[in-house]
């Protein structure tokens, strides 16, 4: 279980292929860059039940999300900063201080990009699955979803998108997630209120659960395998996602509709999010660390709540109670935790401190490190307005020109994923 640097052999990614639970994708070599919308490649923004795709679809590139929202798309969205006119203004590391890997997988994540088969798979979007009221205001909270057309009941993955606790755009990543779907997954991208509309991380995890409830009362309609439930998330949504973890089968959280549905997960993919946010910017030089650390930021009205002049620095009762690490006991479901080592956004030893954690408590923790990959897919220039010159250097293989694919959407990094899923499906 405890990992170990396999640069050379790439790990799990090429040394076999994991089990899957529906249809084996066919293979491609395709090019895809941030940001980029593939014509023809599937249905993004349709409420009703997505059409077939020719079947010359089956070895086609993923579908790229529309959207151009601020941390929305490809890279699950930044971790902090304050928005303005709906951008967040992140201010980027420059330095990244080198983590300790030695029980991490580490891989060179180059190679072929994911391929998907839109045909296989039917789409229906903008169905609300909660109406919470807080502040006086309801917010209909919407969810959409991916059902493979194969028989049979099949493992939920519920993803929680990232956005700097500012934005939280379900219909990103859009590519991964319907490779995942093509994987014999159904899988659930979900909206949750956010600090722009004056709620904390509880509200956001109060969310998600009743996100899972609803998915479970309904799971005939979408042929969902009650037993075996994931949530998978990126930055601000790998956070939500390890919460809903820690806290799998604590009732505390589970307000509002199907109180007669659990909550609980069978197992949780974190890629590079956010855990102890008093430790958000260890890795990064001071610049970073005084914006992510500023008094009234979003991290801290995350933690503290709407117009707060605290800063979340320090480690207090709030800060501790806001960390997975801190929640974590013997019923703790699996862990599957990923980050770049070229992040500039969430330090990499937040993923590494909370699987040391996870693993002190017994828990099944897995951390695979992606040697020069950055803040997901998306591009940092895209995330913070910078020159793309600004950001720390990458590997070439995971990011120059002409590469096969973008380090987070290659084959072989999302075998990790797929593989994890397959192996606590059974």
């Known amino acids: 279980m405890h990992g170990h640097d396999v640069t050379a052999d790439h790990g799990r990614g090429a040394g076999r292929r994991p089990r899957r639970p529906g249809r084996t994708a066919v293979l491609a070599v395709v ?30 590139a993923c579908p790229a999300s529309t959207s151009s929202a601020a941390g929305a798309g490809r890279a699950g969205g930044p971790p902090s900063g304050q928005p303005a006119g709906g951008t967040t203004n992140l201010v980027q590391a420059t330095t990244i201080k080198k983590t300790d890997n030695s029980t991490s997988t580490v891989i060179d994540p180059a190679g072929p990009a994911i391929t998907c088969d839109t045909s296989a798979v039917t789409t229906t979007d903008d ?5 919470p009221t807080a502040h006086g205001v309801r917010t209909d909270l919407k969810l959409d979803i ?11 993955v519920v993803y929680v998108t990232g956005g700097g606790w500012v934005l939280a755009d379900r219909t990103g990543n859009l590519d991964q997630r319907t490779y995942v779907a093509d994987q014999g997954y159904v899988v659930a991208s979900v909206q949750y209120r956010t600090t722009t509309g004056g709620a904390t991380y509880e509200d956001a995890l109060a969310d998600v659960k ?5 998915l479970r009362a309904n799971a005939g309609t979408y042929g969902i395998d009650t037993g075996h ?4 998330g990126q930055s601000a949504g790998g956070y939500l996602a390890a919460m809903t973890g820690v806290t799998s089968g604590d009732r505390r959280y589970d307000v509002g509709d199907h109180l007669d549905q659990s909550s609980a997960v069978q197992g949780v993919v974190d890629e590079f999010g956010p855990a102890d946010l008093s430790r958000l910017a260890a890795d990064y030089d001071q610049a970073a660390k005084d914006f992510n650390y500023a008094a009234g930021n979003s991290a801290a009205q995350w933690v503290y709540g709407p117009g707060t002049t605290r800063s979340v620095a320090q480690y207090t009762d709030q800060v501790a109670a806001a960390d997975p690490a801190t929640h974590i006991t013997s019923a703790t479901p699996p862990f599957l935790l990923m980050h770049g080592t ?18 002190k408590k017994g828990v099944d923790a897995e951390r695979v490190v992606l040697t020069g990959a950055g803040h997901g897919d998306l591009g940092v220039a895209a995330l913070t307005g910078t020159s793309p010159s600004a950001a720390p250097s990458t590997s070439p293989s995971a990011s120059a020109p002409g590469s096969a694919a973008q380090p987070w959407s290659t084959e072989k990094t999302m075998s990790y994923l797929t593989g994890f899923l397959s192996d606590h499906s059974s």
């Open 342 to 359: 070229a992040d500039p956004l969430v330090s990499p030893s937040q993923t590494l401190d909370l699987c040391t954690a996870l693993r």
């Open 127 to 131: 169905i609300t699955y909660s109406s």
């Open 31 to 60: 090019a895809l860059m941030a940001g980029a919308v593939l014509a023809g490649c599937g249905n993004d923004g349709s409420s009703a039940a997505s059409s077939p795709a020719p079947a010359s679809a089956s070895a086609s």
């Open 210 to 214: 009743s996100a899972i409830r609803y």
């Open 229 to 232: 439930v994931f949530v998978w």
């Open 146 to 156: 991916q059902v493979p057309k194969t028989s049979g009941r099949k493992p939920l």
